[in-house]
């Protein structure tokens, strides 16, 4: 898999994506991600009880047993349809 990282600046909300010439896919999945690093819930977020219990438990799991974000993403989306 070949993988391309950059930083682009938005101008009148459009980015442009040049690959080198030897970049050999046919097809590509863009993800567009905001670089603000000030991201800040909003004031009134609270999680409820129930919200922070299993996340109190999660955090008790051993680390060889985490999945990365995406791929919890990937099995919601297969589970929920999300």
């Known amino acids: 898999m ?3 990282k950059q930083t682009l600046t938005v101008k009148n ?3 442009r994506i040049d690959l080198p010439e030897d970049f050999e896919a ?3 999945e863009v993800i567009v991600l905001s670089k603000d690093d000030d991201y800040k819930l909003p004031d009134d977020f609270e999680l409820s009880d129930e919200q922070k219990a299993i996340l109190d438990e999660r955090l008790k799991e ?3 047993n985490y999945i990365p974000a995406e791929e919890s993403i990937k099995r919601l989306r297969k589970k929920y349809g999300l």
């Open 2 to 4: 070949q993988a391309i």
């Open 13 to 15: 909300g459009h980015i």
């Open 26 to 28: 046919r097809e590509v």
């Open 62 to 64: 051993p680390k060889e």
